[in-house]
């Protein structure tokens, strides 16, 4: 892969987001390119099918490998990705031949592109998750499925009830 296949690659998962939470991910990968910590955004949104899929891994026959997350996407989505609040990313290595791969191992990179996303602000990554960064503005999925978050985001106008006379009378 070519830096320019990176960069398009993952400027389309970038301008996938919520749009706060974009403009906090392409302040922070802007600032990893400037100094020449070159990552790959690799994933950013998914459906709860795709979720599912990914719990299903380690767990369920037919579903070989080890366990990718403890994140369900049934009855509710609990990542983060399915609300556009979350990215998965890699450092990417320089081969001999000048392209580059995913360095899966390097631990080094990781960390640099931890603290660029700590010194930029509103992004949390996952103790267990290296590859994993997600919006900090909200405390988990939680919030934004609950009812709650959605009474107060769109309150629902109050009615001015009018009694009639005799309010019965018409049915």
């Not at 990176?6 to 100094?35: D, M, T, Y």
């Amino acid at each position: 892969m070519t830096l320019k296949q990176a960069l398009e690659r993952s400027e389309g998962h970038i301008n996938s987001l919520e749009p706060k939470f974009q403009k906090k991910v392409a302040k922070w990968f802007s600032e990893c390119w400037a100094k020449k910590v070159y990552v790959l955004v690799y994933c950013s949104n998914r459906t709860a099918e795709e979720q599912e899929e990914l719990y299903k891994k380690g767990r369920v026959p037919g579903h070989p490998g080890p366990k990718v997350t403890n994140a369900r996407g049934y009855p509710e989505c609990q990542s983060m990705h399915c609300y556009k609040r979350a990215i998965d990313f890699v450092p990417l290595v320089e081969t001999a031949t000048g392209s580059f791969i995913a360095g899966w191992d390097d631990n080094e990179t990781y960390a640099i592109a931890h603290k660029i996303a700590e010194s930029i602000g509103g992004l949390r990554r996952l103790d267990w998750e290296e590859p994993h960064l997600e919006d900090a503005s909200v405390s988990g999925w939680r919030e934004l499925v609950s009812p709650q978050k959605e009474q107060v985001n769109n309150p629902k106008p109050t009615k001015k009830i009018v009694s009639k006379k005799n309010p019965w009378s018409s049915r």
